[in-house]
Antibody, heavy 119, light 106 residues
Framework: EVRLVESGGDLVQPGGSQKLSCVGSGFMFSDSDIHWVRQAPGKGLEWVARIGSKAHNYATIYVESVKGRFIISRDDSKSTAYLQANSLRREDTAMYYC??????????WGQGTLVTVSS | DFQLTQSPSSVSASVGENVTVTCRASQNIRSWLAWYQQKPGTPPKLLIFATSRLQRGVSPRFSGRGSGTDFTLTINGLRPEDSATYYCQQGQRVPFTFGPGTKVDV
C-alpha cells in the first residue's frame, strides 16, 4: 500500500519551533519530490515547501510567508521527509500534509498532522 | 504569484445531474492544472492532472478541459458520494497555488 504518514504536530507557543516528520512506504521514496501543503481550520489549501529528489539535486523551495523560518529536508535512507518550523506565528496554525509531487500535481497525501500555535 | 479563482463557490444539485466547476488563472498556466476532491476530515484526493488526465482509480464521471487561463471540471451523473469541496491547483510555476474551492452538495 502506498502511504505517507506524518507526525510531530502539537500545541506550540508563538515564537516556538516544531519539527514535523513524514514517512513514506509502498513506493520509491528516494525518486520522489516531496512537498508540504497546509490547511488552516475551515480554510483552503496552501502549498508550503518542496524538496526535490536526488535527481533534482534535493533542491528546496518555499512559499514566501515561511521563507527563513521553515526548513524542509529529507533522509532517503529512512524514507522520511521533515519540516522544521521555527518562529511560529498564530497564522501558521494548520493541518500540515506531506504530499508526493508528480508532474506538478500531488498524487499521494498523508492524513496530516495538526500544528496549533497559541499561548 | 499565479492566482486561481473558482466559480461557483458552492452549488447544489440532484442525483443524476451534471455539474461544471470553473477555474480561472491570473496568467497562462498552459495545461498545468489539477483538480482535487476533499471530504470533511480527510486529505484531498487527486482527481485530474495536466488538465484532463484522469488519475488512476478515479471514476470516468469526472472530466477536465481547458488550457491557458480557463479550465473546467465536470462531474457527470452526480452521486451522493460526490458531495465534497473541489479545488483546482496550478503546477506551472512555484509557488504552486490552489483555488479557493467549490463546495458541491448532492
Amino acid at each position: 500500500e502506498v502511504r505517507l504518514v506524518e507526525s510531530g504536530g502539537d500545541l506550540v507557543q508563538p515564537g516556538g519551533s516544531q519539527k514535523l516528520s513524514c514517512v513514506g512506504s509502498g513506493f520509491m521514496f528516494s525518486d520522489s519530490d516531496i512537498h508540504w501543503v497546509r490547511q488552516a481550520p475551515g480554510k483552503g489549501l496552501e502549498w508550503v515547501a518542496r524538496i526535490g529528489s536526488k535527481a533534482h539535486n534535493y533542491a528546496t523551495i518555499y512559499v514566501e510567508s515561511v521563507k527563513g523560518r521553515f526548513i524542509i529536508s529529507r533522509d532517503d535512507s529512512k524514507s522520511t521527509a521533515y519540516l522544521q518550523a521555527n518562529s511560529l506565528r498564530r497564522e501558521d496554525t494548520a493541518m500540515y500534509y506531506c504530499v508526493r509531487g508528480v508532474d506538478d500535481a500531488f498524487d499521494i497525501w498523508g492524513q496530516g498532522t495538526l500544528v496549533t500555535v497559541s499561548s | 504569484d499565479f492566482q486561481l479563482t473558482q466559480s461557483p463557490s458552492s452549488v447544489s444539485a440532484s442525483v443524476g445531474e451534471n455539474v461544471t466547476v470553473t477555474c480561472r488563472a491570473s496568467q497562462n498556466i498552459r495545461s498545468w492544472l489539477a483538480w482535487y476532491q476533499q471530504k470533511p476530515g480527510t486529505p484531498p484526493k487527486l482527481l485530474i492532472f495536466a488538465t484532463s488526465r484522469l488519475q488512476r482509480g478515479v471514476s470516468p464521471r469526472f472530466s477536465g478541459r481547458g488550457s491557458g487561463t480557463d479550465f473546467t471540471l465536470t462531474i457527470n451523473g452526480l452521486r451522493p458520494e460526490d458531495s465534497a469541496t473541489y479545488y483546482c491547483q496550478q503546477g506551472q510555476r512555484v509557488p504552486f497555488t490552489f483555488g479557493p474551492g467549490t463546495k458541491v452538495d448532492v
